[in-house]
Nanobody
Framework: EVQLVESGGGLVQAGGSLRLSCAAS???????????IGWFRQAAGKEREMVSC????????YYANSVKGRFSTSSDNAKNTVHLQMNGLKPEDTAAYYC?????????????????WGKGTLVTVSP
């Protein structure tokens, strides 16, 4: 069974930092072709949005404009884990954060059509 499990969420004051982790089982990020692993978030009453996307093959990544310069994603293929380092957190970053993955097949794209999703971890940023 393929599973993604997020961890690292919590309550933090504005300006603070959190590091989220996404641990995979049933798939291996370093497999031939690699995976696109995305972080998404959904705030109460809002649609889910993509936050970051990384290739497990070469580490290339891209980010939503709202988090550029503050968030950074990394892939540790040896541990089959992807991280999201979040700095300079703002109250508007408050949301449930999900990781998701799909094979890249040469195209780095994280969207709603990801193959597998985690159950999420909650991030709350107080003013």
């Amino acid at each position: 069974e393929v599973q993604l499990v997020e961890s690292g969420g919590g309550l933090v004051q504005a300006g603070g930092s959190l590091r989220l982790s996404c641990a995979a089982s049933g798939i291996t990020f370093g497999d031939f072709g690699g995976y696109a692993i995305g972080w998404f978030r959904q705030a109460a009453g809002k649609e889910r949005e993509m936050v970051s996307c990384i290739s497990s093959t070469d580490g290339s990544s891209y980010y939503a404009n709202s988090v550029k310069g503050r968030f950074s994603t990394s892939s540790d293929n040896a541990k089959n884990t992807v991280h999201l380092q979040m700095n300079g957190l703002k109250p508007e970053d408050t949301a449930a954060y999900y990781c998701a993955a799909k094979p890249t097949w040469g195209l780095l794209l994280c969207d709603s059509a990801m193959d597998v999703w985690g159950k999420g971890t909650l991030v709350t940023v107080s003013p």
